[in-house]
């Protein structure tokens, strides 16, 4: 009787065990969908066609809606969300099992430009290249004026 009542009951803690493994390996290969918003730091406008990618797998990115809109399907919990877009600095968040809501995790960016305003860009490089305008001239000049360079006379031959 020993024999018939032990086996039963280890065959049911052996599948209360195997239920348990199974379901802390589904936990931890749980799959969640990122979404959220990108916009800018500064003036708080959207970034449309921006990059958006977790950082394991590249190429299961996507960009960003004309709102600023962007949602990512089947990416891990721990997994980093990478944004990217031209002008301004890359953001990296980590996506956080606790804080799903029905598989649905909200990650909102904000962007900082690397550029604080385009017109002063404009007018540097305006400047840098007024600056070698002069230089080349003045040294064009010197070249002519010191007999560096020999002009001819048409006219005579």
Not at 31 to 39: C, E, L, M, P, T
Not at 129 to 146: D, E, F, H, P, T
Request: proline share 3%; glycine share 8%.
């Amino acid at each position: 009787m020993k024999n018939n009542f032990i086996l039963p009951a280890s065959g049911h803690f052996i599948w209360l065990l195997l239920c348990f493994i199974n379901l802390s390996f589904s936990l931890s290969a749980q799959k969640f969908s990122v979404s959220g918003k990108v916009i800018d730091g500064e003036t708080g406008e959207a970034i449309p066609f921006g990059n958006v990618y977790p950082k394991s797998n590249p190429q299961a990115g996507t960009t960003t809606d004309f709102d600023g809109y962007y949602t990512l399907q089947n990416v891990a919990a721990g997994d980093s969300i990478v944004v990217s877009y031209i002008g301004y600095f890359k953001r990296m968040k980590a996506v956080n099992a606790a804080e799903a809501v029905n598989g649905l995790i909200t990650l909102n960016f904000q962007l900082l430009g690397k550029v604080k305003s385009w017109k002063k860009l404009w007018w540097w490089r305006a400047k840098t290249r007024l600056i070698r305008l002069c230089a080349r001239s003045s040294v064009i000049k010197n070249k002519m004026m010191y007999g560096n360079w020999r002009l001819t006379n048409t006219k005579a031959m």
